[in-house]
Every structure is written in structure tokens, then in C-alpha cells.
């Protein structure tokens, strides 16, 4: 049947609607294809190619070199050494657990290190690369290299560890670095990413930590490219870090290590200050440990053998030990009494060995007492009555400023760690702290350092350079930082009186130069270098009527932590003072036998420039003392003392 005309003409134009509407169709589906295609190819290019290179590209911060610290003549004091390690990466490893029993096939690994490291690993970022093995041989480090297409995110590196040359000489000063623990995180509001790092290390005690800012420096930065299984392709770029500034310290390593072995075994400390401009040529705490231990990772056995040793090893005692400073203390007395106008040089005191007040007895410590005693001969032979009465008269809050002038009882501002302040006690300290009036037998006691009264050796040091130079001169530590030196502090007047200084120095020098002189035997037969010094015994004990009254026992017949402590200060030469030396020996006994030889010593390898010679010793001691000085444990090659060399 054929179709009309009209029938084919309605037909076409339904068709040609429908097409239409199809291609607007496809067109418009086109069209926001494109649109989305542009939008992925042209407008996030930038986005997707960053995405692409994340996945193929890690940055990795990369440590700097931590400053080093040297002395004031440039010997090394902490350094830094090569390490060999291994580090694994979580998110190129993948299977953590099955790399790591794959590396210790390649080298040894224990179960508890494989363990540790899984622990690690889930407790850190992802990115972050954790240790594996530490201190590698270098053949180890190699089978690591070689095996590295079947051990992915495991790198082998090269890196720097502290090391500490002069170990025990320095390692109270200087200190330690060790791993970034949590607590130390937690004491920080903004932490440098470098803390992030496992087992990047900081400082944990001295010199180390409070300057760690200083010898951290600032990290560096690398691209690496990493394959699909997470192993290191190529290093794409690398941006070097800011190292760590040097550091040069004050002290003069070889005096340090003489004064280090002269103390030898004893629980003691001894400092040694330049009086001109507060410099610390030595500042030692004996027995000492050996600080590259905890940089190791020190054993339990190692560390319970420090911590278990009554010496305590581990306290620095010389900036935190605090105490009595005994009759070391009797020139801030007699300065005291002398400024306020109390005494002269020549007022005289009488001393029959005891002084009565209140109904109580205050004995002197020689028994028979030393008749009548003006200032130098209260000094020179200690008559402990003499500043009872003197201390009446001036009374404890003149006493505790004079102190406070020279040094004591406050807290000096060094890079070091647990400085103490010490107590250079008053009226309102006593108040403040114990709620109680201050006694008339508080000051008796105060007066001849005993009672309330505590130093460091440090403050002692810093007390006896203030008496030699009558300037206020402070300790410093940091010679300098990089190449900027580090200006000495102020140093001005302590506004006393010439004469009146004079007058205790002059006590200070018959201490040890006149016939009667408690530190006579421990003087220096040279005139050139004769020096003036003042020794003391502190109790730790109370001595009773019944003890006094049979006869106190004798520091020997003690054990010994119930023996006094021995101190003794000193300043040289006399004529003309360079160095000024605090020694305190812990339960020691008798300052003048026991500390007065050391600070001798001491003062005489600081003023001579090497071993002490033998002509600067009393004839009758040179034998002694050649065995003795020949039989130190010097880590510095020095020419034996003989008597011929050194006469």
C-alpha cells in the first residue's frame, strides 16, 4: 500500500526532530566532558602532579652537625664521630614485621630489637625513619647495602654520634647528649621538628643542654624517589642544613685533668677562677664517670655502679654541692665587723677556749684557747672565739650583706647544670623559712661558717678572687661562640675599704707564711709565688658535753661519713694575685692537712704553666711530693718532676 504524500512529509520532520534532539543530546554530553576534561588536564594540573609526585617522592629532614666544644686554647673537648646505622621507614616498608626478619637474616638482630622496632614504628608517624641498628661494623653496613632490592624502606646511613675525647676530665661541665625523650617534648610549646626524629639526640645535663640551641644548628632537607615496593631510587636534590656553632670554653683542659687527678679518689671538689676577669680555668667534681656511657646507652649494671657509689659520682659538686664553709668563712666576718666600724685591725679579743653567752658554752677548737688575738692573729691561727665576740658586736643581718657582696648565697649565672644559691642566712630568712626568731647562738654559729650557713666551692672560689682583687668579679664559663667572643662581665668595686682589705689579706698571707700559721705546711717556699689562703673544717656531727669532756674522737677513729669536711681557699701570688682556688674535700677531716696541699698544687699549675716545680715546695717535702706529683694519672704527656729538672 503506498503512503500519501502528506504521510511522508509528516514522517520526515518526526525524524528530523528526533535527530535533532539526539545530537543536542550527544552534544550537550560532550560538551560537559570536555568541560570536566579541562577542568582535570588545565585547571588542577598543578594538584594531580603534586599527588603523582607524593606518590613516588618523600622528604626527608636531614640532621645537622651538632657544634663542637673545644677549651680556651682549642682542644677538643666534645666532638662528633661517624656512625654507622640502618633506619627503616613504615609507609615504604609495607610489611614492617616481614622486612625486619628479612634484615636480620642479612645482620644480626635479636627478637627484642625486631620487637622494639615494630613498637617504634607504630607509635611514630609513618614517615618518620626509625633506627634499627646503631654503631654498625662497616662489613655489616655493606650486606645492608647490597641486600637492599628485597628490604624495602630499610637505608643504610652514614651520620654523626657525640664523643666525648677527655671523658671523665669534663663531664660535669660539659655533660651529655642522649635521645629525646617525652618529657623533654613536654617542656617545649613549639618543638623543631629534628625532635620528631627517633633517637636524635640532645643535651640532657651542662654545657649541652643550656646552650642546646646554640650547638643544635638547623636541619637540612632531601628528595628522594622511591620505587613502588618503597625502595630508594635516587636522590632527586639535597639542601644542606645550618650546623651547630662551636663553642670554646674557659677552662684549660690540661689544668683541668691535673686538678682531676689531684683530688684522686675523694669525694671532693675543687674550682680555680683567673681573678682578673672571672675566667674558670677548672672546675672539677671527683670521682667523676665517663659521659660517652649514656650516649651508648648505658647498662644497668654501669649506671646502678654510679648511682650505688657513696662519692656520687654523678653529683657535680662543685656548683651543686652546698656546704658549711667553717672558717673559710671568717673573712666575710671580720670584713663585715671591720666596714661597720665594730674592731679595728688591732682590737684584741681573749680567748681562753670557750666564749660564754646565755648560759651556753661556744668552744674554740683549740682547747687551752689563744690568749689575747687581734685580726691577723685570728685568722692566721683560727680562734674561733674571736668572732663569737665579734660577731655580737656587728650583728648576723651585716654579717649576711658582706656575704652577699662577696659572692655568696647567691646563685652564679653559668651554663650548668643544678647551680645551687647556697644560704647566707639573716633575721628575715629565718623568719621566712622556719617561722622562728632569730638566736644569739645562730649568729655565733654563722660567724665561723657553721650553723644556717652553706656554699658551693664555686661560691667559695668566687668569695676568695672578690677578697684578691676587691672587685666584684663573676665566674664565666663560655670564652666564645663561633667566632664572637663572649665579653667578661663587669667587674666593679666592692666599695670596701683599701686598708681594710689589706688587713684581712694580710691575715690571709700569715695563714701561710708566718710560724704559727694553720696552713704552714701547705705554703709555697717560693717568694715569688707564696700565696694566702684560709682553711676550714665544717662538722657534720654534734659533739656532746660527755665526747667534749673525754676528749673528742678523733676524725680517724671515725667512719666516714661521720668525719668533718676539710676546705681550704686560696689566692696567688700573694704580691700580686692571678688565680684564686677553692678545694672541699667531703668528710675530708682537717682543711689545712687534708684540702690546703691540693689548692697548693692546683694554684701552682695554674701559675707556672706546667707541673708544679720542686723548688716552690719546703725543702723537707720535696721527696714526698716528687713521688706523689710522678704517681698523678695525667691523660696530657707531661716531663716527670725531678729534682734536678726542676730545681
Not at 157 to 178: K, N, Q
Not at 363 to 385: A, I, M, P, Y
Not at 399 to 427: C, F, W, Y
Not at 566 to 583: E, R, S
Request: hydrophobic fraction near 40%; charge should be neutral.
Amino acid at each position: 500500500m503506498r503512503r500519501s504524500a502528506r504521510d511522508t512529509e509528516d514522517s520526515a520532520k518526526r525524524i528530523n526532530r528526533r535527530a535533532l534532539l539526539l545530537g543536542g543530546g550527544f552534544g550537550a554530553m560532550f560538551a560537559v566532558l570536555g568541560a570536566r576534561m579541562r577542568y582535570l588536564q588545565v585547571d588542577q594540573a598543578d594538584q594531580f602532579r603534586l599527588l603523582a609526585e607524593e606518590n613516588r617522592i618523600n622528604i626527608r629532614l636531614i640532621p645537622p652537625n651538632r657544634g663542637q666544644i673545644f677549651d680556651r686554647n682549642g682542644k677538643l673537648i666534645a666532638g662528633n664521630e661517624q656512625n654507622y646505622r640502618v633506619v627503616i621507614t613504615r609507609e615504604d616498608a609495607g610489611d614492617v614485621d616481614e622486612v625486619l626478619h628479612r634484615l636480620a637474616g642479612v645482620i644480626p638482630l635479636t627478637p627484642e630489637v625486631i620487637e622494639a622496632t615494630l613498637a617504634e614504628t607504630k607509635r611514630r608517624s609513618p614517615f618518620i625513619p626509625i633506627i634499627v641498628a646503631d654503631r654498625m661494623a662497616w662489613d655489616d653496613l655493606s650486606k645492608v647495602a647490597i641486600n637492599a632490592p628485597s628490604l624495602p624502606g630499610v637505608t643504610p646511613e652514614v651520620g654523626l654520634s657525640r664523643s666525648y675525647p677527655l671523658d671523665t676530665d669534663f663531664a660535669h661541665v660539659v655533660g651529655y647528649v642522649g635521645p629525646v625523650s617525652e618529657a623533654d617534648l613536654a617542656k617545649l610549646q613549639n618543638p623543631d621538628p629534628l625532635l620528631q626524629i627517633p633517637e636524635f639526640q640532645i643535651g640532657k645535663i651542662g654545657v649541652e643542654t643550656w646552650m642546646e640551641d646554640t650547638l643544635r644548628g638547623k636541619a637540612g632537607s632531601k628528595r628522594i624517589e622511591v620505587n613502588a615496593f618503597g625502595r630508594m631510587m635516587r636522590e632527586l636534590d639535597r639542601v644542606e642544613g645550618e650546623a651547630g656553632q662551636d663553642i670554646r670554653l674557659t677552662i684549660d683542659a690540661d689544668v683541668q685533668n691535673f686538678a682531676q687527678a689531684r683530688l684522686g679518689g675523694e669525694s671532693a671538689a675543687a674550682v680555680a677562677i683567673d681573678v682578673t676577669n672571672g675566667d674558670i680555668l677548672a672546675i672539677c667534681s671527683s670521682p667523676s664517670f665517663d659521659p660517652n656511657l649514656f650516649v651508648r646507652g648505658i647498662s644497668y649494671k654501669d649506671y646502678s655502679i654510679l648511682t650505688e657509689n657513696d662519692h656520687r659520682p654523678l653529683a657535680n659538686k662543685a656548683v651543686q654541692g652546698a656546704y658549711p664553709p667553717g672558717s673559710t668563712f671568717k673573712m666575710v666576718t671580720a670584713l663585715a665587723a671591720l666596714e661597720a666600724g665594730v674592731i679595728s685591725a688591732e682590737t684584741s679579743v681573749y680567748c681562753p677556749g670557750h666564749y660564754e653567752m646565755g648560759g651556753r658554752r661556744f668552744h674554740c677548737w683549740k682547747r687551752g684557747g689563744h690568749g689575747n688575738v687581734n685580726l691577723q692573729k685570728s685568722l692566721s691561727e683560727s680562734c674561733d672565739v674571736y668572732y663569737y665576740d665579734v660577731a655580737q658586736r656587728v650583728g648576723i643581718d651585716k654579717i649576711a650583706e658582706m656575704g652577699k657582696r662577696l659572692g655568696l648565697g647567691q646563685r652564679h649565672d653559668l651554663p650548668m647544670s643544678a647551680i645551687t644559691e647556697g644560704v647566707m642566712p639573716n633575721k628575715a630568712w629565718k623568719q621566712e623559712r622556719y617561722q622562728q626568731e632569730w638566736r644569739i647562738g645562730d649568729t655565733i654559729n654563722a660567724s665561723i661558717g657553721q650553723g644556717y650557713v652553706l656554699a658551693s666551692p664555686l661560691q667559695l672560689a668566687v668569695m676568695t678572687a672578690r677578697v684578691a682583687s676587691g672587685r666584684a668579679i663573676s665566674p664565666r664559663l663560655v670564652h666564645s661562640i663561633g667566632d664572637r667572643p663572649v665579653p667578661a662581665p663587669e667587674a666593679p668595686l666592692l666599695g670596701i675599704d683599701g686598708s681594710k682589705l689589706r688587713a684581712v689579706r694580710d691575715g690571709m698571707n700569715a695563714v701561710m707564711n708566718s710560724q704559727h700559721g694553720t696552713g704552714r705546711s701547705a705554703r709555697i717556699a717560693d717568694e715569688q709565688l707564696a700565696f694566702a689562703g684560709k682553711s676550714g673544717t665544717s662538722q657534720v656531727r654534734n659533739i656532746s658535753a660527755a665526747e667534749r669532756a673525754r676528749g673528742v674522737i678523733s676524725n680517724d677513729d671515725l667512719p666516714w661519713e661521720r668525719r668533718d669536711h676539710a676546705l681550704f681557699v686560696g689566692y696567688g701570688p700573694y704580691a700580686d694575685p692571678k688565680v684564686a682556688v677553692a678545694v672541699v674535700v667531703e668528710h675530708g677531716g682537717g682543711g689545712s692537712s687534708v684540702a690546703g696541699p691540693i689548692v697548693r698544687d692546683i694554684l701552682l699549675r695554674c701559675l707556672t704553666g706546667g707541673m708544679p716545680p720542686l723548688s716552690a715546695y719546703p725543702s723537707a717535702q720535696r721527696g714526698r711530693m716528687e713521688t706523689l706529683l710522678n704517681g698523678l694519672q695525667l691523660r696530657h704527656t707531661e716531663p716527670e718532676v725531678t729534682a734536678k729538672s726542676r730545681a
